[in-house]
Structures are given as C-alpha cells and as structure tokens.
Nanobody, 127 residues
C-alpha cells in the first residue's frame, strides 16, 4: 500500500508561484509514474501533469503547459509541482497520484489508471 501526502498549497496572488510536494511511503516510489490532478469547486477532477518513473518523460494539460513543471526525486520519494504565473482559474484542490505502470501513455491523463491517491492540498489564487 502506497501512502501519498501532498503539501505546499496556500493562498497566492495572480501571477505568483507555488511549489507543491508529494511525499510517498509504503511502496516502491521509483517504479511508479506519478501524476497531479486538480478539482475546482463544482467541477470534475482533471488531469494536470504526469511524469514517468525515470523523470525523463512528462505530460501536461494544455491549460498549464509552459507555466507548471513536474519533477521528481526518487532518492527522496517525492514528486514536485512547480506552478508559476498562477491564474485565478488554477484555484483547486491538487492531488498527487501513483500509477504502477511506470511509463507514460495517452491514458496517463485518465483518473482511473492511477492506483493510489493523496488527500489533496488547497491552492487558492486571488485576482
């Protein structure tokens, strides 16, 4: 069983930056692809970004491409999400998730392909 804990959320003004972290325990983190999703009030959870087990391959939603960067440190069992140029529409609860398939696929954008989830961290961007 993999336990994921997100941190780093908070309140930031539009144009600002935040760095989210997701610490993993209880499994073999270095063998998993990792993803970040988000859910705004009244909306469905949506894909944000994903990274393969090596850190060499990434995927991004069009809405965050060029502003957000995913990275991982397998020695620390942690995946990061650097968010720059934040917009009010980025306001959401952000979740990290683990995919035991290791590599990235087109289906890595789909929620049901992730096996483990964190509890989420709130990001609020004020205008």
């Amino acid at each position: 069983q993999v336990h994921l804990v997100e941190s780093g959320g908070g309140l930031v003004q539009a144009g600002g930056s935040l760095r989210l972290s997701c610490a993993a325990s209880g499994g073999t983190f270095s063998r998993y692809a990792m993803g970040w999703f988000r859910q705004a009030p009244g909306k469905e959870r949506e894909f944000v970004t994903a990274i393969d087990w090596t850190g060499a391959s990434t995927l991004y939603a069009d809405s965050v491409k060029g502003r957000f960067t995913i990275s991982r440190d397998n020695a620390k069992n942690t995946v990061y999400l650097q968010m720059n140029s934040l917009k009010p529409e980025d306001t959401a609860v952000y979740y990290c998730a683990a995919d035991t398939r290791r590599s990235l696929y087109a289906s890595s954008r789909i929620i049901k392909n992730y096996d483990y989830w964190g509890q989420g961290t709130q990001v609020t961007v004020s205008s």
